[in-house]
Each structure stands twice: as structure tokens, then as C-alpha cells.
């Protein structure tokens, strides 16, 4: 599916919130045995401690995200080092090291891949809304091909959630904020038989936003409804193995997202709507100037199976997910009070997934993981478009192009670690994958026409060595391969009768190198890694004269970086954490590059497009989009004793340098900018009550977290200003 005049329909999540995360009874960390507060990830497919795992990998528990007030998804880029969260029309865009998404279309899929309890969220439209058990966030460096699911060539991200238990518990938390933001969320678990556990979490959020239109005076533009419902059972099956069943229902109204202000491009000069007159539209980021609203709504319905046996010499695990989702988008692309031109895309997608996973058993000299993925994918999408003036149609909205996009992946795959001496250890992989997608594309009507399909194999290798000096310390070099799928372009490439076709898009290769080190004990923990990215066929967005998002290759780009991220637990009750990332990212080769000039026209009221896409231009050693040169982050969580329980203190602040929307390295900038959060907590003495104030974005610092271009104007979307709340907790 591609979403006309965005930035780029992005990643798979449009947000899962950590609200209860700052809870440490339900959100820690996992410690291992020994009790000396080693991390425990699960990076490699199995349970291994993070020195041990030769991957840079932020783990996050409860302090960490509770500093930043990770209330959703995006907000753990405060605290991970070279990764980056944009926005456009309503879904995230995740960068990590300079490989992202900047535009998904059907049969695609985003290069940072999202799993949540080991399951895929296979595509652009995929909304894990807001989840309360969480019990850790993992986020993988670099391309993660080998072990984890489709398209990973930037990395993971990986989010643990709490499976049913017959233990009874519960939790419930209210949080209340400006503008009226109310986030309520409950979870209960229990036993109903001996073996058999169920558990049953609910979720609702309203605000009433920061937007005001000036068409109408709403001050409510903003206004944004939310729901999810999330009920499991498990069963024992065996002496040590279990079956978990879940169903998930997600229903999100919200219109910020495709509701976007007009916008002045400093290299350009224009910008602000081309045939709206002074007064109809608004630059103001709190404010908006639409004749018509923007709506996004979604509605999703998830069906999962885990199934864990031991077989003895290994143990094997299932995961099966069915999903379905439907999307109504409608946005006002001129940006203005005047009614020219509104776009609304209603898509319908189904998902099927099957892995089965073995994994060797602890200890030994060997340690291996194999195994197999199956995914299926159906995406149907329909354009309608509402102008005005000799554009209209009297008969209502004007069916444009659309697409029904069947994608079908097969892949095997397997990973092995073997241990050459109590130091020295070696790790071989590979998976194999075969991807193959086929369309039928709608021209202006609901005939469809099947365009040529497409098919790739590819084979991606992983090679690691890495050497253990002591017991918490550990180097590493790697070698890993990444890859994306080959996709159709449905498109501004697709052709109109009598030859229905649209452009085939090569896939992504990446050839990743790494080397780092890692230490960690109860005081410090310490990881340091330098990359280096070859990156060819890059697919890229771009925008044809009409606002039509088109799709091409980059030829190649190079990048290289250095990452760090430290925590320090000097005195008891205090923590301080630190992160930083340098990257170097350039298109070293790309042709026919989607440069945004002037069309020529004297008067840009008059022209029929204000600006267009520069024919023929190559771009050599540019910045890559939405690619900052450094971000950094400083955290810190105090905790004392107070009227018999405990206070928590908690503080982040985030800095990301210059980075550009656009390709070109020029275009759509945005300036570097820090954000500061804050946390006070109390818990009361049972531990079963918690009261807390939070703050975001203190500095009240306002910064663009996406751009439309198309051929009415530039759009802009906002982040929000400060906003503080108060929470309340209760768990049994």
C-alpha cells in the first residue's frame, strides 16, 4: 500500500504503551540466578546473558523506561542509542543506524522488525495497541535476518510480555494529563483448574489533543478514542511443556497523525499551500486549517498460539498468528481551509504466520537453534480523492488507483555457537528465504488488473567470533547479511491501459561488519561497537507532480558509526545510564534521485504543480534521510525511603542532532533538539500502591515528526508541547 502525499506509510506499530512498565513487581529486567544483576536476553532465539550475546543489543526494564517516560514505542529512542522513531499518516517509521522505512508498500515490509511475545508484526498496517505486562524491551543492532522473521536489515525490536499464571494477581493504573489526555488500564490472572491459567487485560485511552482549527474554531482537532482488549489461557501439556492461546481486539480513532499544518522549506522557499490564499492555511505547529477533518481509524483482531514441548534433546516451540485489520484514511493534502483536494484510502489486510523453533538444550560445547517460517499476506487498498472546481466529480469522490497484493515467504534457517576453548567461541549461521508477490492493480474503477508478480531467493549468512577475557567481559567481530524482499511498486509506476504494469523494486542487500565489547556486574555495565554498513538498492519514496508516491532503488550508500551506552550503579538507591551514537550515513551512489525544485512558474498560484522532481539528478555522498550524525541521551533514578515505603525520582534527557526528511540531504530539515523528561513516584509500604507525577518534554521544545510533499504543498506534522500528569496505581 502506498499513502499518497506522506512522508513514506512507515512500520508495523503505531503504538505500544509501557505504562505500567515504571511498576518493578511486573516490568523488571530478568536477572540471572547468581543474583548479581546480569541481563538476560534473547537475542540469539534463546536465553543467554546479554554480555555473553554478540550483538549489541538496550535492554530495557522499568528505571530506564521510567526515566524517559516511555509511555509508547517511540519514546525508547530517548534511551537507545541509533535508533529513531518518525511518523507519517498515522504509523511509525523506525530507524536504526541509518536503515529504515521511508515507504511501505503493499507485499513490502519495514526494515526494523517488531515482535511481541515472539510473533512478527508482519506489515505497515500491523497496531499492537497498548499492552500492560510487559516485561522487558530488547532492541537488536544491525541486521537480524538470520534468526528473526522477514526484512530485518536494521534490526529488532523485541517485547516481552507476562503469560497467564495460576498465581492470582492483578494490576490496575489510571493516569490523567494535559489536555485531557486519560489513559486507564487493568490486567487480572488466576488459575481455574490445576495446569490451566487465564488472564484478561483491558485498555482505554481519550485525549482531546493540542490541535485548534482555525477553519471552524475547534479546539478539539485533535481529539483522539482508543481501545484494546487482550484475553490468554494456558495449559500445561506435560511435565514441562504449555500451551498458550490469546485474542486481541485493537480499535484506535485518532486524527493527529493525518492532520498536518502547512510548511516553508528554507532551501526551497515555498512551501505553504499553492492555491490557498493568506489566511486559509496556518504554519503555527499548534494549529491546523482544514475544511474537512483528518481521520484515521483502525480496527484489528489478532489469534495467537504458542505451543512449547520438550523433546528431550531439545526444545521445540510453535508460534501461529492470524490477523486481520481494517484502516479508514481520509486526509486534506492541500493543508488549507479551502476545499481542493482530499484523499481517503481504505485498506483491508490479512496475515497469516507459522514458525516452529528448536533450540539445543543449555550446556555443552554446542548450542544451536534451527529452524522454519511461513507468512501470507493479503493487502487490498482503494484511493478516492474529493477536489474541487474543474477538478470535481459531480457524482461524489473519484475512484483512483488501488491494489489487492498477495505476498507468500518461505524461509529455513539456523544458527550454532560452538565453544573452541572456555574463551574463544565461534558462531555460524544462515537462512534461506524465498519471497514471492503478485498484484492486481485498480486503474480509475474496480476492475482488476493483474500486473507481471515477482520472486527472490536469497541466502544471508551470519559469522561471529568472540573471546571471553573474564566472566563478566566479552569481544567480539561479526559478519552479517541482511536482506530485504523485492516488491511491487503499485503506485505512481503503475501504467494504464492497455499494458497494466508497475515497477518491479530490486531487493535489499546489506553486508554488515561489527566489532564490540561488553562488560558488566552490579556496578557497571558497559557495551561499545563500531560498524561499518555496504547498503545496495535501497528503496526509496519519492512523489510525482500529482502527489502519487512512487518507489525507486538507490544504487548503493556506505555506513559506518560507533555506538556506546554505560550504566552505573555507584551507591545504593542510585542509577545513572548513558548512551551516544555517532553515524555516518551517505548515499554513495544514487540516480535519478527524487530532488524536490521549482516547476518554473512566475507565479506559483498559477501553476498547475509548484514543484516537481528533478529529472535526471544523481546524488553522491548526500545524508541519508532521517539520519541524525549523533544522538545522545543522560538518565538518572533515585530511590529513598519515605513514611515507610519508597520514592522514586527519575530524569532523561535526549539530544539528536540535524537530520533531513528528504533525500536529498538538504531538503526538509530539522534542526537538532533536546527533550527533557521527569518522574516522582511513591509506592506505599505493602508495595501494592503507587502514586506518581510525570513530565514530558519539559523544555517545551517543538519539532517536525513528519512531512508531506505533493504537488498543493508542504505539510508538517508537530510533536506535542509539554504535557504532565498525574498516575495511580494499584496491584494485589
Same mark, same amino acid.
Given at each position: ?350 496475515? *497469516? ?27 487490498? *487498498? ?117 499494458? *497494466? ?11 554488515? &561488519? ?72 551517505? &548515499?554513495?551512489? *544514487? ?142
Amino acid at each position: 500500500m502506498n499513502l499518497r502525499g506522506t512522508n513514506g506509510a512507515s512500520m508495523a506499530v503505531l503504538a505500544i504503551s509501557l505504562l505500567i512498565v515504571p511498576d518493578t513487581a511486573f516490568a523488571q529486567v530478568e536477572e540471572d540466578s547468581s543474583g548479581n544483576g546480569e541481563i538476560v536476553v534473547t537475542a540469539q532465539r534463546r536465553a543467554e546473558r546479554s554480555v555473553d550475546v554478540p550483538i549489541t543489543v538496550t535492554t530495557l526494564g522499568a528505571d530506564q523506561l521510567a526515566t524517559a517516560n516511555a509511555r509508547d514505542l517511540v519514546d525508547i529512542a530517548k534511551v537507545t542509542p541509533s535508533l529513531r522513531f518518525d511518523s507519517a499518516a498515522g504509523f511509525t517509521q523506525p530507524t536504526i543506524r541509518g536503515i529504515g522505512t521511508s515507504v511501505v508498500t503493499s507485499g513490502g515490509g519495514a526494515n526494523v522488525g517488531i515482535y511481541v511475545d515472539g510473533f512478527y508484526s508482519p506489515n505497515p498496517l500491523a497496531s499492537n495497541s497498548q499492552l500492560m505486562n510487559v516485561q522487558s524491551v530488547q532492541v537488536l543492532k544491525g541486521p537480524q535476518g538470520t534468526l528473526f522473521g522477514r526484512n530485518t536489515t536494521g534490526g529488532a525490536i523485541l517485547i516481552q510480555t507476562a503469560e497467564p499464571s495460576e498465581e492470582p494477581g492483578g494490576k490496575f493504573k489510571a493516569s490523567f494529563g494535559r489536555f485531557n489526555d486519560l489513559l486507564s488500564q487493568g490486567y487480572v490472572t488466576g488459575g481455574i483448574a490445576p495446569g490451566v491459567a487465564v488472564d484478561l487485560e483491558g485498555m482505554y485511552r481519550y485525549g482531546e489533543g493540542f490541535l485548534t482549527n482555525i477553519a471552524n474554531g475547534d479546539g478539539h482537532a485533535g481529539q483522539y478514542d482508543s481501545y484494546s482488549l487482550r484475553a490468554g489461557l494456558k495449559v500445561n501439556v506435560g511435565e514441562r511443556g504449555s500451551l498458550v492461546l490469546r485474542y486481541m481486539r485493537v480499535k484506535l480513532d485518532d486524527p493527529r497523525p493525518v492532520s498536518s499544518n502547512a510548511y516553508v522549506d528554507p532551501v526551497l522557499g515555498i512551501g505553504a499551500p499553492f492555491f490557498a490564499p493568506p489566511g486559509t492555511f496556518t504554519t503555527d505547529p499548534d494549529l491546523v486549517a482544514k475544511d474537512q477533518p483528518g481521520i484515521f481509524r483502525s480496527k484489528s483482531d489478532t489469534f495467537q498460539g504458542t505451543l512449547k514441548l520438550d523433546l528431550g534433546l531439545a526444545d521445540f516451540t510453535s508460534y501461529t498468528q492470524y490477523r486481520t485489520e481494517k484502516v479508514n484514511q481520509s486526509q486534506d493534502l492541500d493543508v488549507s481551509a479551502v476545499p481542493l483536494f482530499q484523499i481517503g484510502i481504505p485498506v483491508n489486510d490479512k496475515t *497469516f504466520s507459522q514458525e516452529i523453533l528448536l533450540n539445543s538444550k543449555p550446556g555443552g560445547a554446542l548450542q544451536w537453534t534451527a529452524g522454519l517460517f511461513y507468512f501470507s499476506n493479503k493487502d487490498t *487498498f482503494q484511493t478516492y480523492a474529493d477536489t474541487a472546481g474543474a477538478f470535481r466529480d459531480p457524482d461524489g469522490p473519484t475512484r483512483l488507483g488501488g491494489s489487492s497484493t498477495t505476498t507468500k515467504s518461505y524461509a529455513a534457517f539456523a544458527d550454532a555457537t560452538y565453544e573452541l576453548s572456555p574463551k574463544l567461541f565461534v558462531t555460524a549461521g544462515a537462512r534461506y528465504a524465498h519471497d514471492a508477490v503478485s498484484d492486481a492493480y485498480y486503474d480509475v474503477g474496480t476492475t482488476k488488473n493483474p500486473v507481471p508478480s515477482i520472486k527472490a531467493k536469497k541466502l544471508t549468512p551470519r559469522l561471529v567470533i568472540r573471546y571471553k577475557p573474564t566472566e563478566q567481559s566479552s569481544i567480539y567481530a561479526s559478519y552479517t547479511q541482511g536482506y530485504k524482499a523485492a516488491v511491487i511498486d503499485v503506485g505512481g509506476s503503475c501504467q494504464n491501459p492497455p499494458a *497494466f504494469s508497475c515497477n518491479q523494486i530490486k531487493p535489499e542487500n546489506v553486508n554488515a &561488519y561489527e566489532v564490540g565489547a561488553k562488560f558488566g556486574n552490579r556496578v557497571l555495565t558497559l557495551e561499545t561497537a563500531g560498524f561499518y554498513y555496504d547498503y545496495k538498492n535501497l528503496q526509496v519514496s519519492s512523489y510525482l507532480a500529482d502527489g502519487r508516491a512512487n518507489i525507486t532503488n538507490a544504487a548503493s550508500s556506505e555506513i559506518y558509526g560507533l555506538e556506546g551506552s554505560v550504566r552505573l550503579r555507584l551507591v545504593e538507591g542510585l542509577e545513572l545510564n548513558a548512551g551516544a551514537s555517532w553515524t555516518h550515513a551517505r &548515499y554513495k551512489n *544514487f540516480d535519478n534521485a527524487p530532488v524536490y525544485v521549482r516547476s518554473g512558474c512566475a507565479d506559483p498560484s498559477t501553476c498547475p504543480f509548484s514543484f516537481v522532481i528533478a529529472s535526471g539528478t544523481t546524488l553522491r555522498n548526500v545524508t541519508m534521510q532521517r539520519t541524525p550524525e549523533f544522538t545522545g541521551s543522560l538518565g538518572a533514578v533515585y530511590k529513598t525511603g519515605l513514611a515507610g515505603g519508597e520514592l522514586a525520582l527519575s530524569g532523561n534527557l535526549y539530544y539528536t542532532s540535524k537530520f533531513f526528511f528528504g533525500p536529498s540531504g538538504v531538503q526538509f530539515p530539522q534542526k537538532g533538539y533536546e527533550v527533557a523528561s521527569a518522574r516522582i513516584q511513591w509506592t506505599d509500604p505493602s508495595d501494592a500502591v503507587t502514586v506518581a507525577l510525570w513530565g514530558d518534554n519539559l523544555t517545551n521544545k517543538r519539532y517536525l515528526t513528519s512531512m508531506q510533499y505533493n504537488s498543493f504543498g508542504l505539510g508538517a506534522n508537530w510533536n506535542a508541547p509539554v504535557t504532565y500528569g498525574v498516575e495511580l496505581g494499584f496491584s494485589f
